[in-house]
Protein backbone atom coordinates (compact mmCIF):
# COMPACT_ATOMS: atom_id res chain seq x y z
CA UNK A 1 0.00 0.00 0.00
CA UNK A 2 1.63 3.24 -0.82
CA UNK A 3 0.78 6.42 1.50
CA UNK A 4 1.25 9.91 0.13
CA UNK A 5 1.94 12.96 1.93
CA UNK A 6 1.53 16.30 0.03
CA UNK A 7 3.49 19.85 1.23
CA UNK A 8 4.53 23.00 -0.44
CA UNK A 9 0.89 24.81 -0.38
CA UNK A 10 0.87 28.16 1.00
CA UNK A 11 -0.53 32.03 0.33
CA UNK A 12 1.23 33.54 -3.36
CA UNK A 13 0.08 36.62 -4.82
CA UNK A 14 -0.78 36.04 -8.87
CA UNK A 15 2.53 36.02 -11.06
CA UNK A 16 4.17 34.32 -8.16
CA UNK A 17 5.11 30.59 -7.60
CA UNK A 18 4.89 27.73 -5.75
CA UNK A 19 6.05 24.34 -5.72
CA UNK A 20 4.47 21.09 -4.24
CA UNK A 21 5.70 18.15 -2.91
CA UNK A 22 4.24 14.20 -2.28
CA UNK A 23 6.36 12.40 -0.48
CA UNK A 24 5.62 8.31 -1.29
CA UNK A 25 6.17 5.51 0.92
CA UNK A 26 5.40 1.81 1.10
CA UNK A 27 6.12 0.63 -2.41
CA UNK A 28 8.71 0.75 -5.16
CA UNK A 29 8.16 4.18 -6.58
CA UNK A 30 8.58 2.85 -10.31
CA UNK A 31 5.86 0.43 -9.52
CA UNK A 32 3.17 3.34 -10.03
CA UNK A 33 2.51 6.73 -11.90
CA UNK A 34 1.54 9.44 -10.07
CA UNK A 35 -1.04 12.96 -10.66
CA UNK A 36 -2.12 15.54 -9.25
CA UNK A 37 -5.33 16.86 -9.07
CA UNK A 38 -7.10 20.45 -7.41
CA UNK A 39 -10.30 20.77 -5.94
CA UNK A 40 -11.84 24.20 -5.57
CA UNK A 41 -14.70 25.27 -3.21
CA UNK A 42 -18.04 24.33 -4.63
CA UNK A 43 -16.65 22.39 -7.18
CA UNK A 44 -15.15 18.82 -8.63
CA UNK A 45 -12.22 17.20 -8.65
CA UNK A 46 -10.01 17.92 -11.63
CA UNK A 47 -7.02 16.46 -13.18
CA UNK A 48 -3.94 18.78 -13.13
CA UNK A 49 -1.32 16.88 -14.75
CA UNK A 50 0.50 13.18 -14.70
CA UNK A 51 3.69 11.50 -15.34
CA UNK A 52 3.89 8.33 -16.69
CA UNK A 53 6.49 5.92 -15.22
CA UNK A 54 7.29 3.50 -17.64
CA UNK A 55 6.31 5.42 -20.74
CA UNK A 56 8.01 8.40 -19.74
CA UNK A 57 5.47 10.85 -20.81
CA UNK A 58 3.57 13.42 -19.17
CA UNK A 59 0.63 15.39 -19.28
CA UNK A 60 -1.62 18.41 -18.30
CA UNK A 61 -4.84 19.94 -17.83
CA UNK A 62 -4.99 22.93 -20.82
CA UNK A 63 -5.50 25.48 -18.30
CA UNK A 64 -2.09 25.02 -16.41
CA UNK A 65 -0.11 23.78 -19.55
CA UNK A 66 3.29 26.25 -20.02
CA UNK A 67 2.99 27.41 -16.94
CA UNK A 68 2.73 24.10 -14.53
CA UNK A 69 5.91 21.31 -14.81
CA UNK A 70 5.37 17.54 -13.22
CA UNK A 71 8.53 16.08 -12.03
CA UNK A 72 9.70 13.20 -10.21
CA UNK A 73 12.49 12.13 -8.18
CA UNK A 74 12.67 8.49 -8.33
CA UNK A 75 16.10 8.53 -5.24
CA UNK A 76 13.82 10.75 -3.00
CA UNK A 77 10.72 8.62 -3.88
CA UNK A 78 9.17 12.08 -4.74
CA UNK A 79 6.54 13.86 -7.26
CA UNK A 80 6.78 17.57 -8.00
CA UNK A 81 4.27 20.16 -8.88
CA UNK A 82 6.23 23.22 -10.34
CA UNK A 83 3.75 26.13 -10.56
CA UNK A 84 4.70 29.18 -12.28
CA UNK A 85 2.61 32.50 -13.04
CA UNK A 86 -0.19 31.34 -10.51
CA UNK A 87 -3.52 32.99 -11.39
CA UNK A 88 -6.54 33.49 -8.98
CA UNK A 89 -8.41 30.95 -10.76
CA UNK A 90 -5.75 28.19 -9.14
CA UNK A 91 -6.84 28.13 -5.77
CA UNK A 92 -7.54 25.21 -4.57
CA UNK A 93 -6.97 22.17 -2.71
CA UNK A 94 -4.28 19.94 -4.67
CA UNK A 95 -3.81 16.54 -4.49
CA UNK A 96 -1.33 13.84 -5.14
CA UNK A 97 -2.32 10.59 -6.40
CA UNK A 98 -0.86 6.79 -7.60
CA UNK A 99 -2.00 4.48 -9.58
CA UNK A 100 -1.63 1.09 -8.91
CA UNK A 101 0.39 0.07 -11.98
CA UNK A 102 2.20 2.07 -14.17
CA UNK A 103 1.03 2.79 -17.79
CA UNK A 104 2.46 4.17 -20.71
CA UNK A 105 0.23 6.94 -21.08
CA UNK A 106 -0.05 9.35 -18.21
CA UNK A 107 -4.02 8.44 -16.52
CA UNK A 108 -6.18 12.06 -16.18
CA UNK A 109 -9.21 10.33 -14.64
CA UNK A 110 -10.11 10.55 -10.73
CA UNK A 111 -10.78 6.67 -10.81
CA UNK A 112 -7.80 5.72 -12.12
CA UNK A 113 -5.98 6.44 -9.48
CA UNK A 114 -5.52 4.09 -6.17
CA UNK A 115 -4.21 6.29 -3.39
CA UNK A 116 -4.44 9.60 -2.41
CA UNK A 117 -2.77 12.30 -0.58
CA UNK A 118 -4.57 14.56 2.54
CA UNK A 119 -3.81 17.53 0.10
CA UNK A 120 -2.42 20.81 0.38
CA UNK A 121 -3.79 23.97 0.20
CA UNK A 122 -2.74 26.52 -2.33
CA UNK A 123 -4.18 30.27 -2.71
CA UNK A 124 -3.51 33.12 -5.18
CA UNK A 125 -4.56 36.03 -4.17
CA UNK A 126 -5.26 39.48 -6.64
Known amino acids: QVHLVESGGGLVQAGGSLRLSCAASGRTFSMFDMGWFRQAPGKEREFVAA????????AYADSVKGRFTISRDNAKNTVYLQMNILKPEDTAVYYC???????????????????WGQGTQVTVSS
Open 97 to 115: AATSRTWVVPRQRLDEYAT
Open 51 to 58: FSFSGGSK
